[in-house]
Nanobody, 125 residues
Framework: QVQLVESGGGLVQAGDSLRLSCAAS????????MAWFRQAPGKEREFVAA????????KYADSVKGRFTISRDNAKKTVYLQMNSLKPEDTAVYYC??????????????????WGQGTQVTVSS
């Protein structure tokens, strides 16, 4: 099992950048697929980005392609989400998620077992 804590959210203007961090404890992040999800008020949680346990495969929602970049540093037990060219539509609580590698790479559709508490990102127009 792994415990996740997100940080780095805040209030920014459209066009600005933020970098979210997800720090893990309890176990190494090695062998865990990692992902970012977000949930806006009144909306269901949606997939944002994911990175495989090895870092060799990434997946992005169409809405963030070209603007967001997911990365990981297993030595620091941390996953990052670099968010550039932020839009008001990106406003949401962002959640970090983890799931132990089971031989599959269905990064977007898999059910993630471990979740952080979320960090608020607000983008003003």
């Amino acid at each position: 099992q792994v415990q996740l804590v997100e940080s780095g959210g805040g209030l920014v203007q459209a066009g600005d950048s933020l970098r979210l961090s997800c720090a893990a404890s309890g176990r190494t992040l090695s062998s865990y697929h990692m992902a970012w999800f977000r949930q806006a008020p009144g909306k269901e949680r949606e997939f944002v980005a994911a990175i495989s346990w090895s870092g060799t495969t990434t997946k992005y929602a169409d809405s963030v392609k070209g603007r967001f970049t997911i990365s990981r540093d297993n030595a620091k037990k941390t996953v990052y989400l670099q968010m550039n060219s932020l839009k008001p539509e990106d406003t949401a609580v962002y959640y970090c998620a983890a799931d132990r590698y089971d031989g599959t790479y269905n990064l977007q559709t898999r059910v993630y077992d471990y979740w952080g508490q979320g960090t608020q990102v607000t983008v003003s127009s």
